[in-house]
């Protein structure tokens, strides 16, 4: 009873009690009957009822805020801090007594895990994503990748959808904020890709007209416009190669 929480074998205790009940189970029914027997029976029931309910409550998925609604649902207080909170906390609780209700609980919080999982690899996923850039004629690395940056839309299209599900299921609380923060971040980072690679097609096009002598000669106050427009262009790009992520 005085073991503390988090130290307990809960499997070994399951076992044991299964081992008493088969042992009780043999003993000869008048035996059966005899006072003794009758409050050891009784004994051995409540930890077969109650056990099991503690391996549940022991899954790494139950976290303090979950322990609260076990309180709630109990009308019992437990002090949570590892080294205070025993056994015998428990076991005064009457916790079969309220075994749906906990199923419930504990379910509700293996959700909020799986979903929790789901969105840390989302975040560790995008936190860790870079741009690509290649070369450009004689000036450097100053292009951005298409290929690469199409496949980075496609992924963000599949993340914010990803994201939106999880934003939709009653069990995301917890990280609601962060997820909808998250999923703000890959709309603008999507919009904001789409729109380079547009304005790059852009300056593609008029850096292979106005390159030409010829082009700059004819057209001289587009060819300044050009160029101021083209000498702020690199160095945009050359700071983004420089940052990737």
Known sequence: HQELWSDVDLDSAIEEVDGFMSCYGSLPLEQQEWEASRTLGGEIC??????????????????????LKVMSVTGCTFQLEASVFRM????????????????????????????????????????????????????????LAEDHTHSLLEQL?????????MLASPHIFPLREEVAQW?????????????WLAVQGLWHSLEAVFSSPATAREFPEEAVRFTATHGSWLTVMRRAHSTKN
Do not use: C
């Not at 056990?51 to 979950?66: D, G, I, Q």
């Not at 959700?111 to 070369?135: D, K, R």
């Not at 299209?157 to 599900?165: C, I, P, Q, T, Y």
């Open 46 to 67: 409540r930890y077969v009822d109650v056990l099991p309910v503690f391996k549940m409550l022991h899954s790494k998925e139950v976290r303090n805020r979950h322990w």
């Open 88 to 143: 015998a906390h428990l076991l005064n609780a009457n916790l079969s007594e309220h075994t749906h209700e906990i199923e419930t609980i504990v379910e509700g919080a293996a959700l909020e895990l799986e979903l929790e999982e789901q969105f840390y690899g989302i975040e560790e996923e995008w936190s860790e994503q870079e741009l690509h850039f290649l070369p450009y004629k004689s000036l450097g690395v100053v292009f």
């Open 157 to 165: 299209e599949h993340a914010g959808g990803r994201l939106a599900v």
């Open 183 to 195: 999923a703000g971040k890959l709309a603008t980072i999507a919009d904001v890709l789409q729109q």
